[in-house]
C-alpha cells in the first residue's frame, strides 16, 4: 500500500510542477476568504484518487477537496493534494502532496511528498520513517531555549488570534528562533526529519496532519493535541515535537489554550 501512496504522490508532483508560477489569469478562486483552490488542487487529487482507486477499488477516503466517499470501509484513505496553494499561486516553492492510510481509525502509513526539492518523506507502521531511501529520525535536542520551532497562523480561526498571539510570544521568547513556513505538512516532515525541534498550529484538517503524524511517530518524535492527548487528528490543534521537549511545549500552550473550544461551528 505504501507504494501506492508513492507512486500517487509522485505522479500528482508532476502536476504541480507542470503548473507551478505557470497558473493563468483566472485560474485561482476562493473557497472561502483567505483560503483558495486552484484547478491544479482538483487535478492533483484526482490523479491521486484515481491511482488509489485502480490498486484498491473498495477503500473508502476522506480528500479536501471531493470530501467523503460514499462508501465506508475499514481502510481509509486521507488525502491532501496541495498542501500550501496559498504558496504555490505566489511563486513560493514550499508545497507538498500528502497521502495517509487509516485502517479502522489508526493511521497505518504515510507519505509526504515535496516535488521542487524531489524529498519524498515516508513511514509505514512499525517500519521506521524515511527520507527518500535513507531513515530518517528527529532532532536530539532536550531543552527549548536550544530548540528550532515552526507554527501556522490562524487564518481561518480569527477568534483564537489573541491566545495564538500569546503562546507564540512565550514559545518565542523561549526558543533559538521560529519560522512559518505556510504548508503544515511541510512543517511536520521537517520535524521527522530533525530539521524542527517542534510545530504547533490550530485549524488544521485531518488532510494536514495524518501523513505527518505516523511520520513522527516512526521517526520517534511525538504528536497530540495542544493538552498532550493523543485523538488530536479531527481536534483542529495539532503539536508536534521531537519528544523531548513536548511537555515544555504543552505547558506553555496550556496557558493560553486552557480548554478545549471547537475551531470551526459546525
Keep these: 500500500m505504501i507504494n501506492t501512496a508513492k ?11 507542470k503548473h507551478f508560477r505557470k497558473l493563468p489569469d483566472g485560474a485561482v478562486r476562493h473557497k472561502e476568504k483567505n483560503d483558495f483552490l486552484s484547478f491544479v488542487d482538483e487535478q492533483s487529487e484526482q490523479t491521486i484518487l484515481s491511482i ?85 529520525r528527529v532532532s536530539a ?11 501556522g497562523f490562524p487564518f481561518k480561526a480569527k477568534p483564537f488570534l489573541s491566545a495564538y498571539l500569546s503562546a507564540f510570544e512565550e514559545i ?21 526529519a530533525g530539521r524542527f525541534d517542534g510545530f ?9 496532519i495524518a ?8 521517526a520517534g518524535g511525538k504528536i497530540s493535541d495542544f493538552w498532550g492527548n493523543g485523538d488530536f487528528l479531527y481536534k483542529n490543534y495539532t503539536l508536534a515535537s521531537n519528544g523531548q521537549i513536548h511537555d515544555r511545549l504543552t505547558a506553555i500552550i496550556k496557558k493560553h489554550f486552557p480548554t478545549y473550544k471547537p475551531v470551526y461551528q459546525k
Design 200 to 208: 504547533w498550529e490550530l485549524g488544521l484538517s485531518p488532510w494536514d
Design 7 to 17: 507512486k500517487a504522490a509522485y505522479e500528482a508532483g508532476k502536476i504541480l510542477l
Design 52 to 136: 488509489i482507486h485502480e490498486d484498491f477499488p473498495n477503500h473508502a477516503f476522506l480528500a479536501e477537496e471531493v470530501g467523503t466517499s460514499e462508501h465506508t470501509h475499514d481502510y481509509l484513505w486521507i488525502i491532501d493534494p496541495l498542501d500550501g496553494t496559498t504558496n504555490y499561486i505566489n511563486g513560493i516553492p514550499v508545497f507538498a502532496i500528502s497521502i495517509a492510510l487509516l485502517y479502522k481509525g489508526e493511521i497505518q502509513s504515510g507519505v509526504i511528498y515535496d516535488p521542487v526539492h524531489r524529498e519524498m518523506f515516508w513511514a509505514e507502521k512499525g517500519k521506521g520513517a524515511f527520507l527518500n531511501d535513507r531513515p530518517m
Design 141 to 151: 535536542r532536550g531543552k527549548l531555549d536550544e530548540s528550532f520551532i515552526a507554527t
Design 172 to 192: 518565542f521568547e523561549s526558543c533559538v528562533g521560529m519560522r512559518r513556513m505556510g504548508a503544515a505538512a511541510i512543517d511536520l516532515a521537517y520535524v521527522a
Design 211 to 218: 501523513a505527518g503524524a505516523i511520520l513522527i511517530r516512526e
